[in-house]
């Protein structure tokens, strides 16, 4: 039995990584049929019930006993006591501790060790001595908070680093050059399309209510040289439920089920999909406006919309209703929701419906703790007597209503400046909470969930896309002491891989890593539209963004009467289906965040396999040689028992 449980079930995982058949020390330690050929084979289970004789008491037999006569009696039938003990025994919390201490415990489950897709070229220039090294550095000084004082061993370590970063950075380039050349995005299918399709239907539906004709008046420019600032004021309502964020167990092995027929009916049955509360039909939104003298009233879906325009190439296409009203003599600015997009790559598409099933995975209901309605923070009452603030049926979406001030926000200008910023704006920002999560400390944390799918998992991990980042930033930037938690998901398995903790600075990081910019540039677009609409009459208008308007969006307003620069919705929308583009394109990876497997084994993300000791090769020849001479594998292991 002692052999028995000292068997290894897990797989080497080394086999996998280093693209090994099979360990000889593993071949000789396990397996059957070569000790069986070699006449050493032992049998595990021989004399075992030997092994379990001080498990079974008298005590232990008289209760079970005792238990088969009471159920033979309720149901006056004759019950054998041994159909009992199994239920008995097994039960772990009852095991004695010398049976519990028996159950073998193998390594940990790390996903996405996977083989290569490809053979590399070559091995690192760096040892693995050095890669454990390098990463300890990069997991220590690239986490999202503010890391501990480094100890003088961590300082030294990361002196090594730097002065192998022009190295590491040389491999890094090659090694995502050949993921580049290798990439197939042909390989990758569409998830739940049929959700994707409904969720669009629906939206398209909508589009009835909008008029059809529009005059183009003037265009927004994307850029100033100004310097915006955010500044929060107060969270003046918050109305909803707010699920529990519940993170599955850490190394097991976790797949989400994007076919569970749970998603459609708590996010695409058909009162969800009616229930479309579009910021300028909220009437929270409009009453808050009119008691904070707000200038601009926007959801996060508007906002991670304009986020969208930090690339330079300005290659994004969309359309956001905006609507002009007046309130006590002041202009009143509402930015809705985008209207529906015409066509998504696979990647855009698959990620969007992956919100749903993320949160179908890892949210739950707790609404013992998470109620929040009708909680208000404003120092006066609104009049209810005209319009009521809060709508009164039950409400299972959470939003929070947030005021904001766009602007200089108090900061000191100087007086010979062209661009001065000459006045400050007040936002009304409608978000919403993803989840609550309960934090070490005791309290409960706001969350935000955020899909990322990975399609090179065995290659790396992706790196966030720049306008991924920018909607994460603007989101976090417009929702006070909220998280992101972004969830790394391989797509083709839908095997969860690991989280990760962001705030607006180490998205800002991020974005200044990657992309060289920065989240603030998403804020002048805001500003612009703003000083743009101040003056404007009340009106129906619709902001547009195509490739050739470059820098700028166009601003039209509804008419009757369509001229040469007019638009038409109808023409805009000529079909009633959402097209899939088909080229794919490949994503670079992170060459900062590690994967669980690179974690596992010490290695640096985006480089090769660690170079062996300088006699690894010939030692490797050697062996080979003496195994075809005398075929003694023992002695083969004994002399190499050091080679890594």
Known sequence: MEAFTKIDWHPSLNDIIDDEFINIDRLERESVMYNTIRGSYKDPFKNIHEDNYDLVTDEHINCVMKQAKDIATKSKTPVAASTLIPDTVINSSERPDCLQSQCPKGPPYIPGVWKKPFKFPRLSSLTAEQHALCLRVILKFSRSEIPAAPTKQEMNELQTYMSLKNVIAKEQEEYLELAKNHWDGSKIKIVREDLINLKWREKYKLLQNFHKTY?????????????????????????????????????????????????????????????????????????????????????????????????????????????????????????????????????????????????????????????????????SEVDESASPVIMKEKIERNHQYNLFTIGACGESQNELMKNKIKKDYKILVRTKIDAIEELENGMMGCVKLIPKLEHQTALGTEAVTLDEAAKQWITLTFTPNAYVIRVRIDQPTSEYLQIEKRTTSSINNELNRLYNTKGENTLLFIYNIIESMKEMSPGRYLLRHTPRNGAFASLYLETDSPGKQSINLDNIYCEDQFRTIPNTPWITLDKMTPTPASKFFMRMPVMFYPSKSVNSNSTKRTRRKRKKQSGSLNKLNSENSNQV
């Not at 003037?218 to 918050?238: G, R």
């Not at 601009?296 to 609507?323: M, Q």
């Not at 985008?338 to 969007?352: C, D, G, R, V, Y």
């Open 215 to 379: 005059d183009e008046i003037k265009t927004i420019a994307f850029n100033s040289e100004q310097t915006i600032l955010v500044n929060f004021i107060s969270t003046v309502l918050e109305v909803g439920r707010i699920p529990k964020l519940k993170l599955p167990i850490a190394h097991n092995r976790n797949r989400v089920n994007p076919k569970n027929s749970l998603i459609r009916k708590k996010y695409f049955s058909n009162d969800e999909l009616k229930r479309e509360n579009y910021v300028y039909q909220d009437i929270n939104c409009k009453n808050l406006a009119k008691e904070h003298n707000v200038d601009l009233v926007i959801s996060t879906s508007g906002l991670k919309c304009l986020a969208t325009n930090l690339n330079s190439n300005y290659n994004n296409t969309w359309i956001l209703p905006v609507y002009i009203e007046e309130y006590n003599s002041k202009t009143v600015i509402f930015i809705d929701k985008p209207l529906p997009s015409m066509a998504k790559n696979i990647m855009e598409k698959n990620t969007w419906v992956y919100k749903y099933i993320i949160k179908n995975y890892l949210l739950r209901n707790n609404p013992e703790q998470t109620i929040i309605e009708n909680v208000e923070n404003t120092d």
